[in-house]
T-cell receptor
Framework: GQQLNQSPQSMFIQEGEDVSMNCTSS?????WLWYKQDPGEGPVLLIA?????ELTSNGRLTAQFGITRKDSFLNISASIPSDVGIYFC?????????FGKGTRLSVIA | NAGVTQTPKFRILKIGQSMTLQCTQD?????MYWYRQDPGMGLKLIYY???????DKGEVPNGYNVSRSTTEDFPLRLELAAPSQTSVYFC??????????FGDGTRLSIL
């Protein structure tokens, strides 16, 4: 089946630093989504991307739909303690979504 | 709106027991999904449904059954619980190919 490679698997950063993570696919996707999962809760949608080259922001978060349609990037600027959690990318060649394995982010105050 | 509601939140089962994980959504979404998340891992699709009366297997359907008799409800059934089914189970829903909305999960331990 479809697979997404999400990296890095985990990150430890200082509060105030910027964060970058990415997802790549072996096939073309029509949609890229980024979710965040807080401990003990379900994933919550952060950003949805629908067009190659699209750059979308949500507060301190910025995500891009790669022009090859095989990758996507998520950046978090000026990290704060509440950014801690697992970030998942998800892509959609067709229904249903394919999820990456997640990037676990830890923020050191 | 409650969104996607899953019950129970926690459950401990003995090997061989059966149970049903409940999922209901009040957003009138036509698509619903069941995922499992093992420790430190991503989400694996168990089953999904694109409408009442229609279900399809996902990546890891063995040991599970589903039904979709109404738009709102999508229960997941474990017939003979096995230790390998210890996991956190998430239900999600969407309107067609729109982004999925997730419930808060059911934490299931099988001993």
């Amino acid at each position: 089946g479809q697979q997404l490679n999400q990296s890095p698997q985990s990150m430890f950063i200082q509060e105030g630093e910027d964060v970058s993570m990415n997802c790549t696919s072996s096939s073309i996707f029509n949609t890229w989504l980024w979710y965040k999962q807080d401990p003990g809760e379900g994933p919550v949608l952060l950003i949805a991307l629908y067009k190659a080259g699209e750059l979308t922001s949500n507060g301190r978060l910025t995500a891009q739909f790669g022009i090859t349609r095989k990758d996507s990037f998520l950046n978090i600027s000026a990290s704060i303690p509440s950014d801690v959690g697992i970030y998942f990318c998800a892509g959609q060649p067709t229904t249903p979504l394919v999820f990456g394995k997640g990037t676990r982010l830890s923020v050191i105050a | 709106n409650a969104g996607v509601t899953q019950t129970p939140k926690f459950r401990i089962l003995k090997i061989g027991q059966s149970m049903t994980l409940q999922c209901t959504q009040d957003m009138n979404h036509n698509y619903m999904y069941w995922y499992r998340q093992d420790p430190g891992m991503g989400l694996k699709l168990i089953y999904y449904s694109v409408g009442a009366g229609i279900t399809d297997k996902g990546e890891v359907p063995n040991g599970y059954n589903v039904s979709r008799s109404t738009t709102e409800d999508f229960p997941l059934r474990l017939e003979l619980a096995a230790p390998s089914q210890t996991s956190v189970y998430f239900c999600a829903s969407s309107y067609g190919d729109q982004p999925q909305h997730f419930g808060d999960g059911t934490r299931l331990s099988i001993l």
